[in-house]
């Protein structure tokens, strides 16, 4: 699809949903329907995107019209040809990789990246034959190390889960292209408010819908995007073989959600800005990491990379474990709680001895990069849409108590 010449406002209101020809309804349906009355003569294929409503739907796990206008309209904010939905971010990252790599293949992985999807890199696709690089992909002369003739895919993760560290994408994808590997980033903390991968030269585009798209952590969903010929064959090995289909609901709570996207991202930078500064000049804390502060150590990548500097921070006391009790405890409008990107404001404590052990298995000194953004242990925390006020005031109360 081409992107339209509209703003990402419009898009995020119009791209994708059309009044319902059958009815004139102004909002989209829901279609739960699995399946559809068919002409006799039509066949278990899928059409492409805009041939879809021509040909007919056959069956919800090839295609359905709900999942349809939400794979139409992230397209459209992520400025991609094509998009194919997910059951979950988790669905969308197995389906993409079984999908590019078979047994042989080398692989080229961000060594910090989303818990699931390292695990699955560390304990899944190895015993499948796939090679597998971990690497900082802030240090380009180890991800310039990394690639080789026989690499197939490079997978980024920009601003990395947990530690809030950047990957320069274009560099990154000029790397790859030299000896003709695909480029993979989850965009998921950073959404196309901040960046489009596929502009900088990626391939692939993720993202967990959980998060930041659907808004509102009522929908588990996930997303992959990019050119049509790529995500056509996508769609039609690895989402319909191993049918992690979106359910029509979720995808319809997602494209409600997306509808304020552009407004609710504003309102997660200013808050996040304005909770950064303010963790900043607590005396119990000790560091604070956000890619909209100048203290950030890739300020200037972010800048450069990102328009948005989203919602997610992180931040150090002295004694995490501790703190992480009484902050539970204490907090009134911040919930203690894993996942991010909603409209309430959530914080959750990730020792980094644990995380190493249990997740992203690292070189000594890879650890050590780990720990110059993270310390002993951090609060993830991801900054809502409530008055910036009241959260720095929860936070002060929940301090006090150390
Ligand atoms: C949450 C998350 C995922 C996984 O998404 P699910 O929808 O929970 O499966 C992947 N990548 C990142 C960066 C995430 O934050």
Redesign the pocket.
């Given at each position: 699809m081409k992107p339209p010449p509209t703003g990402l406002q419009t898009r995020a209101v119009h791209a994708g949903e059309t009044p319902d020809p059958a009815t004139g309804a102004t909002t989209p349906n829901i279609v739960m329907s699995t399946t559809y009355a068919v002409d006799p003569d039509v066949q278990f294929s899928i059409g492409d995107q805009e041939g879809e409503a021509k040909t007919g739907y056959v069956y919800t796990r090839w295609g359905n019209p709900t999942i349809q206008q939400l794979a139409k309209k992230l397209a459209a904010l992520e400025e991609a040809e094509r998009c194919v939905l997910f059951g979950?971010?988790?669905?969308?990252?197995s389906s993409l990789l079984l999908h590019v790599l078979e047994s042989g293949d080398h692989l080229v992985m961000s060594d910090v990246?989303?818990a699931?999807?390292s695990e699955l890199a560390n304990e899944i696709l190895p015993k499948m034959g796939i090679r597998i690089s971990r690497v900082d992909m802030s240090d380009l002369a180890a991800v310039a190390n990394a690639i080789h003739a026989d690499t197939k895919l490079v997978y980024v993760?920009t601003p990395?889960?947990p530690i809030c560290r950047l990957t320069d994408i274009a560099v990154v994808a000029q790397l790859a292209r030299k000896v003709g590997a695909k480029v993979a980033v989850?965009s998921?903390?950073a959404t196309p408010m901040a960046t489009l991968p596929i502009q900088l030269g990626a391939d692939f585009v993720?993202?967990?819908?959980?998060?930041f798209l659907g808004g509102h952590g009522d929908a588990?969903?996930?997303a992959v995007l990019g050119g049509k010929a790529d995500l056509l064959a996508l769609q039609q090995s690895t989402l319909v073989r191993m049918g992690g289909i979106i359910s029509p609901f979720n995808a319809w709570l997602v494209l409600r959600g997306l509808a304020t996207f552009p407004l609710r991202m504003r309102a997660h930078e200013e808050n996040a800005r304005q909770v950064a500064q303010f963790l900043e000049a607590h005396p119990k804390v000790k560091r604070v990491i956000y890619p909209g502060l100048t203290s950030h150590p890739q300020h200037a990548l972010a800048k450069a990379q990102m328009c948005n500097f989203s919602g997610m921070l992180t931040f150090q006391v002295e004694d995490g474990p501790v703190a992480a009790k009484v902050l539970a405890q204490h907090l009134s409008i911040f919930h203690y709680a894993v996942?991010?990107?909603h409209h309430k404001s959530l914080l959750f404590y990730m020792d980094t001895d644990s995380l190493l052990q249990s997740s992203f298995w690292l070189t000594e000194q890879q650890a050590a990069s780990y720990r110059a953004f993270a310390g002993k242990g951090i609060f993830r925390v991801s900054i809502g849409i409530e008055d910036a006020g009241d959260l720095c005031d929860d936070l002060t109360q929940a301090l006090d108590q150390l």
């Open positions: 979950s971010g988790m669905a969308a990252i990246a989303y699931g999807a993760e990395c889960n989850d998921t903390f993720i993202h967990s819908l959980t998060k588990i969903g996930g996942s991010l990107g």
